[in-house]
T-cell receptor, first 113, second 116 residues
Framework: GESVGLHLPTLSVQEGDNSIINCAYS??????FIWYKQESGKGPQFIID?????DKRQGQRVTVLLNKTVKHLSLQIAATQPGDSAVYFC????????????FGTGTSLTVIP | KAGVTQTPRYLIKTRGQQVTLSCSPI?????VSWYQQTPGQGLQFLFE???????NKGNFPGRFSGRQFSNSRSEMNVSTLELGDSALYLC???????????????FGEGSRLTVL
């Protein structure tokens, strides 16, 4: 069939505000999740990960929340900075598929100075 | 520690040609994965190699192939190029759970292929 371009969700926030980026994953058997940040012209960069035996994990200025009941992940960025402007992807992995990750469509975050 | 290195960074080919892309993983990483990134389909898994063996393969035609060498360096090849193969090809290496790692993927900057 005809290929349809992905509609990338966008999020604009004021510098200093908190950002929340959401992701719905597909497979209830997924047991490892990663959030990646991709800046223009660069490869995805690891932000934070979480395993399915956890509900929450915190890093520096970032928090990931996992709700397995509704298969939902969120990434919270505190005090968003202009350097946070990028596309953010969630990726899910099923243990028995080893390093085969399935990536979400991504969210484009723009920080307004 | 050097990151994942991909070469070439940019290349232009014509339909029907073939292309080989190279990836040098982070030292000590034995797992190398390849992904295709396009505006239309996003990031899609091509295949994964570990200790010179292809462990997983995504849903791509046989024109897409790869291999891994004993030093963990990997190459992927696309034969009989089509316009739709224009994409950013990303290589990622990881320290697997079996190696005491977390399984996190470390990506290179990618090889941007344009097919005319």
């Amino acid at each position: 069939g005809e290929s349809v371009g992905l509609h990338l969700p966008t999020l604009s926030v004021q510098e200093g505000d908190n950002s929340i980026i959401n992701c719905a994953y597909s497979n209830s058997a997924s047991d490892y999740f990663i959030w990646y940040k991709q800046e223009s012209g660069k490869g995805p960069q690891f932000i934070i990960d979480i395993r399915s035996n956890m509900d929450k994990r915190q890093g520096q200025r970032v928090t990931v929340l996992l709700n397995k009941t509704v298969k939902h992940l969120s990434l919270q960025i505190a005090a968003t900075q202009p350097g946070d402007s990028a596309v953010y992807f969630c990726a899910e992995n099923i243990g028995w598929l080893r390093n085969q990750f399935y990536f979400g469509t991504g969210t484009s975050l723009t920080v307004i100075p | 520690k050097a990151g994942v290195t991909q070469t070439p960074r940019y290349l232009i080919k014509t339909r029907g040609q073939q292309v080989t892309l190279s990836c040098s993983p982070i030292s000590g990483h034995r797992s190398v994965s390849w992904y295709q990134q396009t505006p239309g389909q996003g990031l899609q898994f091509l295949f994964e190699y570990f200790s010179e063996t292809q462990r997983n393969k995504g849903n791509f035609p046989g024109r897409f192939s790869g291999r891994q060498f004993s030093n963990s360096r990997s190459e992927m090849n696309v034969s009989t190029l089509e316009l739709g193969d224009s994409a950013l090809y990303l290589c990622a290496s990881s320290l697997t759970l079996g190696q005491g790692g977390s399984g996190e993927l470390f990506f290179g900057e990618g090889s941007r292929l344009t097919v005319l």
